[in-house]
């Protein structure tokens, strides 16, 4: 069985929302570094602004089951590889952190084997 950490919501969605502030402001140096490709860039920092300022909007269901996620050891690092996939797209497009908080959670448990024969 793995380890289960004992991290609350808030803990994992604070850590997200930190992220978020990183991509955002580390896009908007490659719009400064790359002026051909600015308007992308500019327009992927806009989305992390968002993301980080509805982070406290995630309800309490979806945080619970973010937090679950990331509690589980052997989930907790699909969980980070999910979303750093997720950011790295130039043509990242969320209308709120509640949206990315749900597809990460319902990705990493398809990508959980013991999870899907639980069902």
């Not at 602004?49 to 996620?69: M, N, R, S």
């Not at 690092?77 to 709120?96: F, K």
Request: hydrophobic share 35%.
């Amino acid at each position: 069985m793995a380890d289960q950490l004992d991290l609350s919501a808030d803990h994992w969605l604070g850590h997200l929302k930190e992220s978020f502030e990183h991509q955002a402001e580390w896009r908007h140096m490659k719009a400064g570094e790359y002026p051909d490709d600015a308007e992308r860039n500019r327009d992927a920092a806009a989305v992390f602004e968002k993301l980080a300022a509805t982070i406290k909007d995630v309800t309490a269901e979806t945080g619970a089951l973010y937090a679950h996620a990331c509690n589980d050891e052997s989930r907790l690092y699909t969980v980070g590889e999910i979303e750093r996939e997720l950011m790295a797209s130039i043509h990242i497009s969320y209308d709120s952190a509640e949206e990315f908080v749900r597809e990460v959670v319902e990705t990493a448990l398809r990508k959980d084997p013991d999870e899907d024969t639980k069902h």
